[in-house]
């Protein structure tokens, strides 16, 4: 079983991590957005998972559980709440919803 | 008979609050009744009250009705407390108020605020009363204060003219500069004495203070300082002409038979302290004396009727503060009480001319009225001799000759206050008659449209006998010598003696003012009816024009006033229109404000922003973080 260096395994995580980071800022659907905090979520739980392995602790897996739990119900809201928005604006656009600003 | 006592005030308070609260509600004839009716009511108790008081001759009667607080000792009561002093003024205040609400019914009934005038009428004449009845300091500085308030109100009875509303603040402005030094008084009685009560005030003081004592000139000063204010005397006098903006009853009520004379009464009342205190007595005769003079002369320019009997009010309000100021305390109380007479009939049929003529004040419009309106004519002529003190038949002579004789040949009177006094009085009876013959005779510049109907003439034809036989209570001793006023007084107010050298010449002296009383009316006669090419001669003397010119202003005092105190005012207030001080605390809301801008514009509702803001704030933090 082939090991992989931690230091490349972080350096991964970062990556995928300015990857969601980037497209978060640069989408303007929705659905990619979300898709986007996606991928950051993993990133994170993948830096978790290699802690994890480098001080042989089971607390690493136990927040990667955590993390797509939580994963899972921000994904049923957040599509609840696209389809809102796609039903009161025709469209997926987020610039377009804008009209609660202060 | 003593509990009675609460009810003279009492009634006319009620009449006042029920016009307040329903007088819009009820018609006029109830509102009349009302005014009218609660006023007469409280003269009536004042007759019953003055009858037995007159039979009986208590000390005083004396009714508590309830105590008004309790402070660290300091516990003044609603109390009344009526001596003979008291009595003359409640004589005065209610009979000859209730003539003038009487006559008001009839000439304020055009008006559409009816009840409101009469609301405040009765809450001046409560007031008043309570005034002259209060038995402590406190009560009568509340109705100093109410009858000031009623002052204003009715000053500015016609608001609608931004004139009225002007002489109204000036009133109340002018007359509270005299109230604070008379408060600062006050206090100081209060700090000495541990009491208000005004008969123990007089009791304690000759005790507590040595005559001629710095505290009890000071004091003496500052209660004179009120009663120059409220009694429009030197140099506090400038209100008063202006005050005649309002309706002509309240300026025969308020600003002539009885409210301006509260000063008088206020120096009667504590005239312990003034005895205690000659060089402040010495300054009322002095203020007196000066007073009536320029008074008089400033009279005797004036074109508008109403403007020649306010100065002639002030003038006489002179002559009863050179009465105090000589010590001839009942001579000062006489003549208020035959001034009152004498010069509510002057008003009231000033009134009389002012409603025939369509509100035309200007005497140089009138002329000729005496066939017009002989019942006004008559009436005004007698007040006129009264005001102008015709010998023998006027009451005016006997109050006016006792105040001129005890200012020469008092104690403390000199030869300096009596000529003051008798040029006074010739300038007096010039101005009167100057009045009369304007307005009475020649012939006649504008219509008369109303006749005066019997509400009038009725309260004139009553004041016009009082101002003839009312001085028979107080004769000379030379010449009938009744002394039924001064015997009155006497228990309250100590007498005056005249000094022996002059009394065997006293005839002289009477003659002595008769003939220049007369003398002016011959002026008058001369200059006015006689050979009026005199006049015009007279004016084109550049003197004699700028003279006028002076004394038409009042002596230049409004302009005084007006760079002394009233510009530099103005100039600051608008300096500091933007509020200085004020400015830091806009300055903190201007910057609460700016940030609030500020951060709302971030809130622009687009996403993208609001995770860049996210994470150039996470970014900032770790930076920190790792630098730290």
Same mark, same amino acid.
């Given at each position: 079983? !082939?090991?992989? !260096?931690?230091?490349?395994?972080?350096?991964?995580? +970062?990556?995928?991590?300015?990857?969601?980071?980037? !497209?978060?800022?640069?989408?303007?659907?929705?659905?990619?957005?979300?898709?986007?905090?996606?991928?950051?979520?993993?990133?994170?739980?993948?830096?978790?998972?290699?802690? +994890?392995?480098?001080?042989?602790?089971?607390?690493?897996?136990?927040?990667?559980?955590?993390?797509?739990?939580?994963?899972?119900?921000?994904?049923?809201? +957040?599509?609840?709440?696209?389809?809102?928005?796609?039903?009161?604006?025709?469209?997926?656009? !987020?610039?377009?919803?804008?009209?609660?600003? +202060? | 008979?003593?509990?009675?006592?609460?009810? =003279?005030?009492?009634? @006319?308070?009620?009449?006042?609050?029920?016009?307040?609260? /329903?007088?819009? #509600?009820?018609?006029?004839?109830?509102?009349?009744?009302?005014?009218?009716? &609660?006023?007469?009511?409280?003269?009536?108790?004042?007759?019953?009250?003055?009858?037995?008081?007159?039979?009986?001759?208590?000390?005083?009667?004396?009714?508590?009705?309830?105590?008004?607080?309790?402070?660290?000792?300091?516990?003044?009561?609603?109390?009344?407390?009526?001596? *003979?002093? &008291?009595?003359?003024?409640?004589?005065?205040?209610?009979?000859?108020?209730?003539?003038?609400?009487?006559?008001?019914?009839?000439?304020?009934?055009?008006?559409?605020?009816?009840?409101?005038?009469?609301?405040?009428?009765?809450?001046?004449?409560? &007031?008043?009363?309570?005034?002259?009845?209060?038995?402590?300091?406190?009560? $009568?500085?509340?109705?100093?204060?109410?009858?000031?308030?009623?002052?204003?109100?009715?000053?500015? %009875?016609?608001?609608?003219? @931004?004139?009225?509303?002007?002489?109204?603040?000036?009133?109340?402005?002018?007359?509270?500069?005299?109230?604070?030094?008379?408060?600062?008084?006050?206090?100081?009685?209060?700090?000495?004495?541990?009491?208000?009560?005004?008969?123990?005030?007089?009791?304690?003081?000759?005790?507590?203070?040595?005559?001629?004592?710095?505290?009890?000139?000071?004091?003496?000063?500052?209660?004179?300082?009120?009663?120059?204010?409220?009694?429009?005397?030197?140099?506090?006098?400038?209100?008063?002409?202006?005050?005649?903006?309002?309706?002509?009853?309240?300026?025969?009520?308020?600003?002539?038979?009885?409210?301006?004379?509260?000063?008088?009464?206020?120096?009667?009342?504590?005239?312990?302290?003034?005895?205690?205190?000659?060089?402040?007595?010495?300054?009322?005769?002095?203020?007196?004396?000066?007073?009536?003079?320029? *008074?008089?002369?400033?009279? $005797?320019?004036?074109?508008?009727?109403?403007?020649?009997?306010?100065?002639?009010?002030?003038?006489?309000?002179?002559?009863? %503060?050179?009465?105090?100021?000589?010590?001839?305390?009942?001579?000062?109380?006489?003549?208020?009480?035959?001034?009152?007479?004498?010069?509510?009939?002057?008003?009231?049929?000033?009134?009389?001319?002012?409603?025939?003529?369509?509100?035309?004040?200007?005497?140089?419009?009138?002329?000729?009225?005496?066939?017009?309106? @002989?019942?006004? /004519?008559?009436?005004?002529?007698?007040?006129?001799?009264?005001?102008?003190?015709?010998?023998?038949?006027?009451?005016?002579?006997?109050?006016?000759?006792?105040?001129?004789?005890?200012?020469?040949?008092?104690?403390?009177?000199?030869?300096?206050?009596?000529?003051?006094?008798?040029?006074?009085?010739?300038?007096?009876?010039?101005?009167?008659? #100057?009045?009369?013959?304007?307005?009475?005779?020649?012939?006649?510049?504008?219509?008369?449209?109303? @006749?005066?109907?019997?509400? =009038?003439?009725?309260?004139?034809?009553?004041?016009?006998?009082?101002?003839?036989?009312?001085? /028979?209570?107080?004769?000379?001793?030379?010449?009938?010598?009744?002394?039924?006023?001064?015997?009155?007084?006497?228990?309250?107010?100590?007498?005056?003696?005249?000094?022996?050298?002059?009394?065997?010449?006293?005839?002289?002296?009477?003659?002595?003012?008769?003939?220049?009383?007369?003398?002016?009316?011959?002026?008058?006669?001369?200059?006015?009816?006689?050979?009026?090419?005199?006049?015009?001669?007279?004016?084109?003397?550049?003197?004699?024009? *700028?003279?006028?010119? %002076?004394?038409?202003?009042?002596?230049?005092?409004?302009?005084?006033?007006?760079?002394? /105190?009233?510009?530099?005012?103005?100039?600051?207030?608008?300096?500091?229109?933007?509020? =200085? =001080?004020?400015?830091?605390?806009?300055?903190?809301?201007?910057?609460?404000?700016?940030?609030?801008?500020?951060?709302?514009?971030?809130?622009?509702?687009?996403?993208?922003?609001?995770?860049?803001?996210?994470?150039?704030?996470?970014?900032?933090?770790?930076?920190?973080?790792?630098?730290?």
């Amino acid at each position: 079983m !082939s090991t992989v !260096s931690m230091e490349a395994a972080l350096l991964l995580a +970062g990556i995928l991590f300015m990857l969601g980071l980037i !497209s978060v800022l640069i989408r303007r659907n929705i659905i990619f957005m979300l898709v986007s905090v996606e991928i950051m979520l993993n990133a994170a739980g993948l830096a978790f998972i290699v802690a +994890g392995t480098r001080w042989v602790q089971p607390d690493g897996q136990i927040m990667f559980i955590f993390i797509l739990t939580m994963a899972a119900a921000e994904v049923s809201v +957040g599509l609840a709440l696209i389809l809102q928005i796609y039903h009161q604006l025709k469209t997926l656009d !987020s610039d377009a919803a804008n009209i609660m600003k +202060g | 008979m003593e509990d009675l006592l609460w009810l =003279i005030p009492a009634l @006319p308070f009620l009449g006042a609050t029920l016009l307040i609260l /329903f007088g819009s #509600r009820f018609s006029r004839g109830a509102v009349a009744l009302i005014g009218a009716g &609660s006023v007469g009511v409280s003269a009536l108790i004042t007759l019953l009250l003055g009858i037995g008081f007159l039979a009986d001759r208590p000390a005083f009667y004396h009714q508590e009705v309830w105590q008004w607080f309790n402070v660290a000792g300091f516990n003044p009561s609603v109390a009344f407390h009526l001596d *003979a002093l &008291s009595v003359v003024f409640l004589f005065v205040i209610t009979f000859v108020g209730f003539l003038i609400h009487l006559y008001s019914t009839a000439y304020m009934a055009a008006d559409e605020d009816f009840s409101r005038f009469f609301a405040c009428m009765n809450l001046f004449v409560g &007031s008043m009363l309570v005034l002259v009845m209060a038995d402590n300091l406190l009560l $009568l500085y509340l109705g100093w204060e109410g009858v000031g308030l009623c002052s204003y109100l009715l000053i500015g %009875f016609w608001y609608n003219e @931004p004139a009225n509303g002007y002489a109204a603040r000036k009133a109340f402005i002018i007359t509270r500069v005299g109230d604070t030094a008379m408060a600062i008084g006050l206090f100081m009685l209060f700090q000495s004495f541990g009491t208000l009560n005004i008969q123990s005030i007089l009791a304690e003081a000759p005790q507590a203070w040595p005559i001629g004592s710095e505290m009890a000139l000071l004091v003496a000063l500052l209660l004179l300082g009120g009663a120059v204010g409220k009694s429009g005397q030197l140099p506090l006098q400038t209100w008063l002409p202006d005050a005649m903006a309002g309706p002509t009853p309240v300026s025969a009520l308020i600003h002539a038979a009885t409210m301006v004379t509260a000063g008088v009464y206020l120096i009667t009342r504590m005239y312990v302290l003034f005895e205690l205190a000659p060089a402040a007595q010495l300054t009322v005769a002095t203020i007196g004396a000066v007073t009536l003079l320029i *008074a008089g002369f400033s009279a $005797l320019t004036q074109y508008d009727l109403k403007r020649v009997l306010a100065y002639s009010t002030i003038s006489q309000i002179g002559y009863m %503060f050179l009465a105090l100021g000589v010590g001839a305390w009942s001579a000062g109380i006489f003549h208020f009480m035959i001034h009152a007479f004498f010069k509510a009939l002057l008003f009231l049929c000033a009134g009389a001319i002012i409603l025939a003529l369509h509100h035309e004040q200007d005497m140089r419009r009138m002329g000729g009225l005496r066939q017009r309106m @002989p019942v006004v /004519f008559w009436t005004f002529l007698i007040g006129a001799a009264s005001l102008a003190a015709l010998p023998i038949i006027t009451a005016g002579f006997y109050s006016k000759d006792q105040i001129l004789w005890y200012a020469l040949a008092g104690e403390n009177g000199n030869i300096w206050l009596y000529m003051a006094g008798l040029a006074g009085a010739f300038i007096t009876s010039v101005y009167t008659f #100057r009045m009369v013959f304007i307005t009475f005779y020649g012939e006649s510049k504008t219509h008369v449209s109303h @006749p005066p109907g019997r509400l =009038i003439t009725v309260p004139l034809i009553m004041l016009a006998v009082l101002s003839l036989v009312g001085g /028979f209570i107080e004769l000379p001793h030379n010449f009938g010598h009744i002394t039924l006023f001064s015997d009155l007084l006497a228990p309250v107010l100590p007498g005056i003696r005249a000094s022996e050298a002059l009394a065997e010449n006293e005839w002289m002296f009477q003659l002595l003012a008769a003939v220049v009383s007369l003398g002016g009316v011959y002026i008058a006669y001369l200059f006015y009816l006689k050979s009026p090419s005199l006049l015009p001669s007279l004016k084109r003397s550049n003197t004699a024009m *700028a003279l006028h010119r %002076f004394w038409h202003a009042g002596w230049g005092f409004d302009a005084l006033y007006d760079t002394l /105190f009233v510009r530099p005012y103005v100039y600051l207030a608008n300096l500091n229109k933007r509020d =200085i =001080i004020d400015s830091f605390y806009t300055g903190l809301a201007r910057t609460a404000e700016g940030f609030h801008v500020m951060f709302s514009d971030t809130q622009n509702g687009v996403l993208r922003n609001y995770v860049m803001g996210m994470v150039v704030g996470a970014i900032m933090i770790l930076t920190i973080s790792l630098l730290l």
